[in-house]
Every structure is written in C-alpha cells, then in structure tokens.
C-alpha cells in the first residue's frame, strides 16, 4: 500500500514553544491530508482538513491559529502547534488518499506524540 | 453527524479463538468502511476496506462485513493469536466528505 511518512515519532518541548509535525505522501501525491488528535485511551477525532495550496478547513472547536496547517507540496502537510501548553500533550496522525487508487483507502503515518512540559 | 461505536471495548481471549468485534454506525450513506489496528503509541494500519456495494472483504485470517441497510460491520478473526493484541478501529467514510469517522476501537488482548 501507499506509504505515508510521519516525523518526529516523538517531541518533548517546553511550555510556550511551538513545534512543526511533517507529513508526507511517499509515493505518490496527495492533493488533500487529513491532521487526527488522539488522546490516551480515545479514538482519532478529525482537527482539519489539509489542501494543497489553499487553507486547511478546521472542525468546530479547533483553533486554526493554534494549530496551523501548511500545504505548500502534494507530498507535504505541515502542522504546528503554536505556543504549546500542556493540554496539547496528544497523539497527532495524519493520513493522505493514494487518488492513483481510486481515492479510497486512507492510510496514515506512524503519528507524532507530543508532550509539553 | 454521523457516529460510529465499537463493542465490546476491550476482549481478552486465550489465543486459538475465533472472535467477532462489531462496529455500528448512524447513517447508512457511507462511501466506505475501513478496519484499521493501532498498536500502542504507534499510527494506524489498515487492515481491511469495504466500499459500499460490497458485502465482505477477507484477508488471511481476518474477513469483514458490512450491512450497509443496518449500519453495521463485523471483523472476524480466526485462530487468534497473541501477535493480534492491539486496538482494532473501524472508521467510516460518507458519502458528503473525504473525512473518516472513527469509532472508539476494541483493545483486544489474546492470550498465550
């Protein structure tokens, strides 16, 4: 299957600091990524929807200017999470669509977990 | 909204069983069906999809259903084994969107 690569696996950064998660599509492009919040013992909930060159849309209750999401590739989604604080301490997975494949399967990378300390 | 539950939320199970986790959701006007497993603080592998006209999908030991009409999905896995300990997630994906819908995933525990 499609591969879609996550980095870090793992951040520590201090209260107030920001940090970038990437996202790329490996082998082939992604014209639309998919930016998932898990907490400990929850299923994923959907933060946003990541376009290729043009603005994410975010679902009700997420804070697009703490969360900001950059798609400037078909093979690359950012998201950074600005002034960070202790309760941004998630799991965060994004997943991308191989369209080569019909647009159907969704597959994920490995997820970043973040703690703020 | 669509919304997706899982049951039971978590089994344990002595390896060599067959078990069934039961995924249901609100509104039947899915795309598709998707069972992923997640291995603790590890991203999501995708196991099995079932596009909307289809009935079942299998692969080796594992095989899924879906009733689109009822709103429900099955994953069965014979001959459990402990390697197919982890958290099992169904998602849906509607007609409307591209998004996934997930629900809350079965921890499954096989033991030796």
């Known amino acids: 299957g499609a591969v879609v690569s996550q980095h870090p696996s793992r951040v520590i950064c201090k209260s107030g600091t920001s940090v970038k998660i990437e996202c790329r599509s490996l082998?082939?492009?992604?014209?639309?990524m998919f930016w998932y919040r898990q907490f400990p013992k929850q299923s994923l909930m959907l933060m946003a929807t990541?376009?290729?060159?043009?603005?994410?849309?975010?679902e009700q209750g997420v804070e697009k200017d703490k969360f900001l999401i950059n798609h400037a590739s078909l093979t690359l989604s950012t998201l950074t999470v600005t002034s960070a604080h202790p309760e941004d301490s998630s799991f965060y997975i994004c997943s991308a669509r191989d369209p080569g494949v019909g647009n159907t399967e969704a597959f994920f990378g490995q997820g970043t977990r973040l703690t703020v300390v | 909204k669509q919304e997706v539950t899982q049951i039971p939320a978590a089994l344990s199970v002595p390896e060599g069983e067959n078990l069934v986790l039961n995924c249901s959701f609100t509104?039947?006007?899915?795309?598709?069906l998707q069972w992923f497993r997640q291995d603790p603080g590890k991203g999501l592998t995708s196991l099995l999809l079932i596009q909307s006209s289809q009935r079942e999908q299998t692969s080796g030991r594992l095989n899924a259903s879906l009733d689109k009409s009822s709103g429900r999905s099955t994953l069965y896995i014979a001959a459990s084994q402990p390697g197919d300990s982890a958290t099992y997630l169904c998602?849906?994906?509607?007609?409307?969107?591209?998004?996934?819908?997930f629900g809350g995933g079965t921890r499954l525990m096989v033991k030796p």
């Open positions: 990541s376009n290729e060159g043009s603005k994410a849309t975010y």
């Open positions: 082998d082939f492009q992604a014209t639309t």
């Open positions: 509104d039947s006007a899915i795309y598709n």
């Open positions: 998602a849906v994906r509607n007609n409307a969107g591209n998004m996934l819908t």
